[in-house]
Nanobody, 123 residues
Framework: QVQVEESGGGLVQAGGSLRLSCAASGSTASIESMGWYRQAPGKQRELVAAISRRGTTNYGGSVKGRFTISRDNAKNTVHLQMNSLKPEDTGVYYC?????????????????WGQGTQVTVSS
């Protein structure tokens, strides 16, 4: 079983930056891919970015060119650097570990979710 813990959320003004981190522990040898999702109030959870063990990345359309996902396989951590933040980036950001990057898709692991970290971007 994999445990996932996110950190790095907070309040930032529009145009600012934040860096989220996600650490996986437990049965980490089985983790092929990791990803970030977000959920705004009243909206469905959506994929933000994902990365495979080999470094293949996928991004949601609204964050391309602004967000960068990176991974440290030795430490079982993944980071999400978020630049040029907009109010519409506000939401709870969830990390998922153990899913699969396939083509332009990321298929999350059912049991690999963290509790989430709040990101609020003020206008």
């Amino acid at each position: 079983q994999v445990q996932v813990e996110e950190s790095g959320g907070g309040l930032v003004q529009a145009g600012g930056s934040l860096r989220l981190s996600c650490a996986a522990s437990g049965s980490t040898a089985s983790i092929e891919s990791m990803g970030w999702y977000r959920q705004a109030p009243g909206k469905q959870r959506e994929l933000v970015a994902a990365i495979s063990r080999r470094g293949t990345t996928n991004y949601g359309g609204s964050v391309k060119g602004r967000f960068t996902i990176s991974r440290d396989n030795a430490k079982n951590t993944v980071h999400l650097q978020m630049n040029s933040l907009k109010p519409e980036d506000t939401g709870v950001y969830y990390c998922n570990a153990g899913g699969l990057v396939s083509g332009s898709n990321y298929f999350p692991s059912k049991d690999g979710w963290g509790q989430g970290t709040q990101v609020t971007v003020s206008s």
